[in-house]
């Protein structure tokens, strides 16, 4: 549980459970500790973002180059203006983990990557050849600011939301959670009637608070997770 403790210090700016405090139980023998929290979604689709580093064995070839984004996603998205969803997607891309307020993008940021170019309704961005299956949403300018970008996971939950997993610990049936009192989501993964702890994720739109804005609307409800 030192882990979900440093997690804390570290990801301060963030408040996914707003200014709710922890409820933990502990075992008699320390064996197991529960935790309230939200059931935000189930991990559905796992995307691997290029290394960007293969660049540099080739740097005629950007990674970024032939990585395009499941039609799917933009179909089932939980936001309803595509350009909400480039945004949300870019911006899963571009911040860091372990996540700092710092490193979120300003719309100013996002527009000057292009966001304007490639939610145009006039041009065909969000379509790569005729295709309907894939989406190519990546242009020049986000292609070459992603330059510094290791290896990562992106992945789609079941109520359309974004995540991104910078260890690529996380896979499909995960679930991910907002436990009171911890200021990032986190993934957990059941194990029986008990749930191991994953690691923080990043999930746009869920990050300041939203998903006890939707507990207050009685749109989900409080669990306890049994973590081992």
């Given at each position: 549980m030192d882990y979900l403790y440093g997690l804390a210090l570290a990801c301060e700016p963030f408040h996914s459970s707003g200014s709710e405090e922890a409820r933990v139980t502990f075992a008699d023998d320390l064996s197991s500790v529960t935790i309230r929290g939200v059931r935000w979604g189930i991990v559905r689709d796992t995307l691997d973002v290029p290394d960007s580093s293969l660049a540099e064995e080739d740097p005629a070839v950007h990674p970024f180059d032939h990585f395009l984004i499941p039609r799917t996603w933009l179909d089932e998205r939980a936001s309803p203006w595509e350009g909400e969803f480039v945004q949300s997607l870019w911006q899963t891309c571009m911040i860091h983990?372990?996540?700092?307020?710092?490193?979120?993008?300003?719309?100013?940021?996002?527009?000057g990557l292009g966001f304007n170019e490639i939610t145009d309704s006039y041009t065909n961005r969000l379509r790569v050849g005729g295709s309907d299956s894939h989406l190519n949403l990546f242009i020049e300018k986000f292609k070459n600011k992603m330059a510094s970008r290791r290896s990562e996971v992106l992945f789609m939950t079941d109520n359309g939301f974004i995540d991104k997993d910078s260890s690529q610990k996380v896979r499909n049936g995960d679930i991910i959670c907002v436990l009171l009192g911890c200021p990032v989501p986190v993934a957990l993964r059941q194990v029986g009637a008990h749930y191991e702890f994953i690691r923080a994720v990043y999930l746009d739109g869920v990050i300041f608070g939203e998903a006890l804005e939707a507990l207050?609307?009685?749109?989900?409800?409080?669990?306890?997770?049994?973590?081992?």
């Open positions: 983990m372990e996540p700092w307020k710092d490193d979120l993008l300003s719309l100013y940021d996002i527009v207050k609307r009685g749109e989900v409800e409080l669990e306890d997770f049994e973590l081992h």
